[in-house]
């Protein structure tokens, strides 16, 4: 077996992607020769403890991370800056400080002043997830065929961005840098608005008075279920999201909001060309989806 | 084996909700002793040949209903009212005229004033679906478990009636009448909206400059994907659908883009309380789905 890449690794937070790395990391044992996890609650550490998956919990982000070489922030986006803040003092020189956010110019923003000299910070977001959360919602093979995003802030270690590029590639991840602006706004409009739009209509349904709930659930196969799938995602996660993306999805929605509107204005006088063709486009985008499998 | 529904049953329109039937009656043999099946190519009806669910294909849809006992119309919406008005003079006395199209008034509009006295007209609505289109499509458990909503106009023959639920009984599905104005606005909400917002963004995507289509596609997997399956769908069938629901489709989108603009507020104005309940609606409306099997 390949030599571990780190000695110790703390989780600080631990859902579907925490979950699924210490599954990995603990299946593959060449990631980390010891596994560390914390989170909020208690309750969650029992069960990541019966799952199997953890050498040693902790409650304290403070003491997960004593002696960890490299350390991963799971948790929501919006707890970045409180935990960074915990866990500065105790970080151990030379270690990996990396995360797993979303949102990567909030994460720099909110997590680099407070990284100590000698402790390498290495802003990445695997690009993979299910509508399931929690701890035991992780699996081995999320990150298969995925792609994880790296947003080094300029000077970074170089080879702590290797460390963690091997890393996510032992997950089955395939690795590419990007400048975090430039990932804020790539991830606006394939992930980030499509979310918000799915939260959004599904509460559009549940105001209709008139059509009971019931009749939209009924009915739900021809379309909206889909909707829904997105829209069962973790609620706390989504809203640190927009929050600390607030720049990109707001402009994302508003071209969105245009188009919806040309739409609809298409509608209303029986434009007919013009509806085929946006309808076209839907499908040429899904063949090139098909095209790179990512379907 | 039960006595079949009808003698000859006639598609006009063999794509994937017509095939599907086609095929299902094919398999049971208790729902037409004869089928025939008309499309607007020839191409078309070699491939019905030869998939080999069809007893007899034609061309002209005046021959294709003649000494039919059920008439099945399943092209796009949009093509009916033309479609009526040739087959009208040919239809059989006592036979049924039904539908499988999305939006009722407008079919009720287009066809009931061209049915001959002794012809009973009951549309119908299949909600089920793929995104997959054309003879290929069809397969014959696609209506398992799902809804087929039947509007028939006040005065329909009872029998007529009944025979129709059978028929879509015997296909897997389960059957429910519904008045013709309150259909197109549950469709409107659960399948139109959705399918309108899913082409829509896909649109938003493909014009953005700056990002590329590829890393769009890369990039999918994060939510985006499920849109762009909805907006796989046959682009003449949905534009069809739009502008044969007008009305609601257009207040579902008003309602929608409404309740979009307040989260938009909230995610500017920094309203975490707000976007939270938002968030957890959608998974309140999944769990219902969940709970009554449409997920």
Redesign the interface.
Known sequence: MTAPLFKRIAFLGIGLIGSSVARIARERGDIAAEIVVNARTQQTLDRVMALGFADRVELDPAEAVKDADCVMLCAPVGAFAALAERIAPFLAPGAVLTDVGSTKQSVIRDIGPLVPAGVHFVPAHP???T?YSGPDAGFTTLFEG??T?LTPPPGTDEDAIEKVAELWRRCGSMVERMEPG?HD???A????????????????????A??S?????????????????????D??M??DI??NN?EA??E??????E???A??RA??W?D?AY??D????????????IA?K??
Do not use: Y
């Not at 394939?190 to 599904?202: D, G, K, R």
């Not at 709930?213 to 995602?233: C, H, K, L």
């Not at 994302?252 to 909001?257: E, I, K, N, T």
């Open positions: 690009v993979a997830g509508e995925r792609w995003l430039h706004r790539v991830l409009i394939v992930s980030h608005l499509p979310h918000l739009i799915a939260f959004t209509i599904c509460g559009t349904a549940d105001d209709l008139d059509e709930r019931q009749e939209v659930v009924n009915f739900a196969a021809s379309g909206f279920r889909d909707f829904t799938r997105i829209a069962a995602s609620p706390v989504w809203r927009f929050l607030r999805v707001l994302m929605l508003q071209r969105f909001m188009d919806a509107q739409m609809a509608i209303r029986g007919a509806i085929e946006k309808v076209e486009r839907g499908r040429k985008i899904r063949r090139s989806l790179t990512q379907a």
